[in-house]
């Protein structure tokens, strides 16, 4: 059984989806349908930049998610290749989880390019600049980040956000606390922590005010049925609820990432290959969770001839 999964924040970078638009114009059409919603041209800033632009969450999140979906439909139209026939599940990365409910159907593209703006923007100004921050903890796992969170907090906010691999935790919250937490982290077993390059502190109780507007957002658009059912990345479980998915994104606002434990979760079920599409970030990520399982990271049309020939 095979996963469709899809890239969060961090994956960007200008030129991505390029190949795709000049081969395709299944791809062009996705493009130009996310341009419209947003009302500007943001396929411009994925192909030309400037980066500074391009990695602004606001831009960052529906580019990611669009980037994802013209490989699903280039894969789907031009190689009959088709999510509902091949997928037993879908899942997605901290964004990535909207562009699986719009692979899923649970979104129309438009609508979800719109949520994401809305989200970014959310997300951004829930905390001023400078305030927050985030940090990789290299050769962390959990329970040692965990404890190193705790440990930095000192009354301020030090959280796990992102539980991404067996040797990757992100921790999310005050700048001071993250700070602290990169000065202890080798006291506490961990070989580094390194400062992201983010603009807000993502997936941490200080994003409560962008989860009330994500709220109000998503009570206007609700997901509808999905095709095939997802796994969330707050509570790393299968979801097949509409109702209970528009909840679940609202907690993923301010919740932690469980990546791993959905990885964990979905092999479980009898997944055994993982196909990222328009990324080559969870591909890697997946394989240090699971060795045994099937990675494909699908992005330029060769990725996709290849695998539909092997997939036909």
């Not at 982290?185 to 409560?208: N, Q, T, W, Y």
């Not at 434990?261 to 009898?270: P, T």
């Not at 699971?290 to 990725?303: G, I, N, R």
Request: proline share 4%.
């Amino acid at each position: 059984m095979t996963a469709f999964i899809f890239p969060g924040q961090g994956s960007q970078k200008v030129g991505m989806g390029v190949e795709l638009a000049e081969a395709s114009a299944h791809a062009r059409e996705v493009f130009e349908e996310v341009d419209d919603a947003l009302n500007q041209k943001l396929s411009a800033v994925m192909k030309d930049g400037p980066e500074g632009e391009l990695t602004l969450t606001s831009n960052a999140q529906p580019a990611i998610m669009a980037n994802s979906i013209a490989t699903l439909r280039v894969l789907e139209q031009e190689f009959g290749v088709v999510l509902a026939d091949k997928a037993a599940c879908v899942a997605g990365h901290s964004l990535g989880e909207y562009s699986a409910l719009c692979a899923a159907g649970a979104f129309g593209l438009a609508e979800t390019a719109k949520l994401l703006r809305l989200r970014g923007i959310a997300m951004q100004d829930a905390v001023p600049i400078g305030v927050g921050a985030m940090a990789a903890l290299l050769g962390a796992d959990i329970e040692k980040a965990s404890a190193l969170a705790a440990a930095a907090a000192e009354g301020q906010v030090c959280e796990v956000a992102n539980d991404n691999d067996p040797t990757q935790v992100v921790i999310s919250g005050h700048a001071e606390a993250i700070d602290r937490a990169i000065e202890l982290a080798k006291d506490h077993g961990i070989k580094r922590g390194i400062k992201l390059p983010v603009s807000a502190p993502f997936h941490c109780s200080l994003m409560e005010p962008a989860a009330r507007r994500m709220e109000a957002a998503l009570a206007e658009t609700a997901p509808s049925a999905f095709t095939v059912p997802l796994f969330a990345n707050v509570t790393a479980s299968r979801v097949t609820d509409p109702a209970e998915e528009q909840r679940l994104l609202v907690e993923q606002v301010t919740g932690r990432v469980r990546w791993r434990e959905s990885v964990i979760a979905m092999r479980e079920a009898g997944i055994e290959r993982f196909v990222e599409l328009g990324g080559k970030v969870l591909g890697p990520m997946v394989g240090r969770i699971d060795k045994e399982a099937a990675t494909v990271s699908l992005v330029s049309m060769e990725d996709l001839e290849n695998f539909a020939k092997e997939n036909a």
